[in-house]
């Protein structure tokens, strides 16, 4: 059974930065496209960033665009965001997400099929 683990979120000043992780088992990690949405309180999940099966090509929103970083270690299985220059409306629960169709780089909630619990980033103004 597929199962993704983020980890990293925390409690930080804006400005600041983090680094999330997500590492992935039961699943062939590189046949994946992968991505980061978020979900502030009172809101709907949208997409962060997104990065290609073959070829890592990366897709970010345009409200984090220079400011995240998306990349992936096949050998360890882990997915990441690197997330500098942190505002408060960076605050929400960040989910990464797994998927398989790999037709094309997705970035509706809909269309990944496996997620991890999600980590909780606040960011203090």
């Known amino acids: 059974q597929a199962q993704l683990v983020e980890s990293g979120g925390g409690l930080v000043q804006a400005g600041d930065s983090l680094r999330l992780s997500c590492t992935a088992s039961?699943?062939?990690?590189?046949?994946?496209?992968w991505a980061w949405f978020r979900q502030a309180p009172g809101k709907e999940r949208e997409f962060v960033a997104a990065i290609s099966w073959v070829g890592g090509r990366t897709y970010y929103a345009d409200s984090v665009k220079g400011r995240f970083t998306i990349s992936k270690d096949n050998a360890q299985r882990t997915l990441y965001l690197q997330m500098n220059s942190l505002k408060p409306e960076d605050t929400a629960i960040y989910y990464c997400?797994?998927?398989?169709?790999?037709?094309?780089?997705?970035?509706?909630?809909?269309?990944?099929?496996?997620w991890g619990q999600g980590t909780q980033v606040t960011v203090s103004s």
């Open positions: 997400a797994a998927d398989s169709a790999k037709v094309r780089v997705a970035v509706r909630p809909a269309e990944y099929e496996t």
């Open positions: 039961g699943l062939t990690f590189s046949n994946y496209n």
